[in-house]
């Protein structure tokens, strides 16, 4: 048995759990916060959604929807030809959200490669929280 190298980016957002994970579990959505990875606008090819990446297409499952704020997203780039799992998690911060996205290092990710994707997500739940607090009318710090 093994485990896998994990890292979790989390921010807080100035709007409800219920505006915040509406939103992220609209995959027309995806690319307005996930831009880092995505070099194309979503696109849905016989009921998959795929996105264009600087490593080639990406195709992109989503968690149903569901009253425990679970998004998890299931990725699988063509190149790599395997599927990676995200568990991203939408929970109650006062009156606001707390986002977490846990990434697991597959062993054929190199150390660099995930530290690189790491700081990726963590720029895209930058643009979430700005996305969601100016469409809110809040203020994004």
Not at 20 to 47: M, Q
Not at 69 to 79: K, L, M
Not at 102 to 114: G, V, W
Request: hydrophobic share 35%; glycine share 6%; charged share 25%.
């Amino acid at each position: 048995m093994s485990t896998y190298n994990v890292k979790v980016v989390h921010i807080s957002i100035k709007c409800s759990p219920e505006q915040v994970y509406a939103f992220i579990l609209d995959p027309e959505k995806f690319t307005e916060w996930g831009g880092s990875f995505t070099r194309s606008p979503i696109r849905k090819i016989n009921n998959e959604w795929i996105v264009d990446t600087t490593e080639g297409p990406m195709k992109v499952s989503f968690a149903p929807k569901n009253e425990f704020g679970v998004a998890d997203q299931y990725v699988t780039f063509e190149a790599k030809g395997h599927e990676d799992y995200n568990a991203v998690r939408v929970v109650p911060n006062g009156s606001g959200s707390e986002v977490s996205f846990m990434m697991f290092q597959h062993p054929s990710i190199k150390d660099e490669d995930f530290a690189s994707d790491a700081a990726k997500v963590e720029t895209d739940l930058k643009s979430l929280k700005k996305a969601l607090e100016n469409k809110y009318g809040h203020t994004s710090q």
